[in-house]
T-cell receptor, first 116, second 113 residues
């Protein structure tokens, strides 16, 4: 297993277009998270899944955003009708829930979205 | 109110010297976890070290140690014997009961020869 994979690494799209990103987590991890990072800021939580169930969504996740994890493995994040403010790095992370709580989240390299 | 505060936008350190990156946090939850991540220019977040709120000892991982002062709500990262490859953004993060991480704004560390 090579870690968390995200595809594509970079995406340039015109305002108003739809985009979809994919995340493949570490296979034995049951939780998957999406974060958004704008320039000069730390990552901000968007949503997370335990297996295929979406357990929490941030208020940042407007109705133009939708995330799925249909079989509890890979996940997709779709943004409809993109706006320039959506330009950011979209990071995916996965983790294995444990009682100790110390297990870190493994992040992917992110998808950098530029809306022109 | 900010949950995680990193007051140093940038830090410089000479190679082989130690450096401390500051982090303060705000929570009323007695059970929480504190994390430090490194983000090089490639973009991925690399886990460095973890401190649980009930841990009695400060966490250490190789050249990284966490100076945890619970009463002051601070969790500073100490990097000993800095290397050129340590140049990156460093983020402090906290997990409360909801399992999501809350990040600070980061500190850019530059190591010079």
């Amino acid at each position: 297993d090579t870690g968390v994979s995200q595809d594509p690494r970079h995406k340039i799209t015109k305002r108003g277009q739809n985009v979809t990103f994919r995340c493949d987590p570490i296979s034995e991890h049951n939780r998957l998270y999406w974060y958004r990072q704008t320039l000069g800021q730390g990552p901000e939580f968007l949503t997370y899944f335990q297996n295929e169930a979406q357990l929490e969504k941030s208020r940042l996740l407007s109705d133009r955003f939708s995330a799925e994890r249909p079989k509890g493995s890979f996940s997709t994040l779709e943004i409809q009708r993109t706006e320039q403010g959506d330009s950011a790095m979209y990071l995916c992370a996965s983790s294995l829930v444990s009682l100790s709580g110390k297990d870190g989240y493994t992040f992917g390299s992110g998808t950098r979205l530029t809306v022109v | 109110a900010q949950k995680i505060t990193q007051t140093q936008p940038g830090m410089f350190v000479q190679e082989k010297e130690a450096v401390t990156l500051d982090c303060t946090y705000d929570t009323s939850d007695p059970s929480y976890g504190l994390f430090w991540y490194k983000q090089p220019s490639s973009g991925e977040m690399i886990f460095l070290i973890y401190q649980g709120s009930y841990d009695q000892q400060n966490a250490t991982e190789g050249r990284y140690s966490l100076n945890f002062q619970k009463a002051r709500k601070s969790a500073n990262l100490v990097i000993s014997a800095s290397q050129l490859g340590d140049s990156a953004m460093y983020f402090c993060a906290m997990r409360e009961d909801t399992d999501k991480l809350i990040f600070g704004t980061g500190t850019r560390l530059q190591v010079f020869p």
